[in-house]
């Protein structure tokens, strides 16, 4: 049975830093495409970041490129996401997710995500 666990999230202030960890069972990471999407309060869930399976390349939606790094250690089967300089528009449950989807138009569609885990609330104050 394959399991993603999310950990990490928290309240802080505007300007700080989070490290989101996402960790897998029943999947072998490496070769998945593994992401992070994020949901506020009354809007769609959004793609966040994402690895690409075999390759590694990552991605990052436009609002968080140079201050969230996604990374992922394939021997503890575990996806990060170190999140810098916070922003209140940044507060969201985020889920880490597992699929194929191999550019930047797929990793959108949710459709394309097979595992899910269940989410971390992150919270940024003003």
């Known amino acids: 049975q394959v399991q993603l666990v999310e950990s990490g999230g928290g309240l802080v202030q505007a300007g700080a830093s989070l490290r989101l960890s996402c960790a897998a069972s029943?999947?072998?990471?490496?070769?998945?495409?593994t992401g992070w999407f994020r949901q506020a309060p009354g809007k769609e869930r959004e793609f966040v970041a994402a690895?690409?399976?075999?390759?590694?390349?990552?991605y990052y939606t436009d609002s968080v490129t140079g201050r969230f790094t996604i990374s992922r250690d394939n021997a503890k089967n575990t996806m990060y996401l170190q999140m810098n300089s916070l922003r209140p528009e940044d507060t969201a449950v985020y889920y880490c997710?597992?699929?194929?989807?191999?550019?930047?138009?797929?990793?959108?569609?949710?459709?394309?995500?097979?595992?899910w885990g269940q989410g971390t609330q992150v919270t940024v104050s003003a």
């Open positions: 997710a597992a699929g194929a989807p191999i550019t930047i138009p797929t990793m959108k569609l949710l459709r394309n995500w097979d595992y």
């Open positions: 029943g999947l072998t990471f490496s070769s998945y495409t």
């Open positions: 690895i690409r399976r075999s390759v590694g390349i990552t």
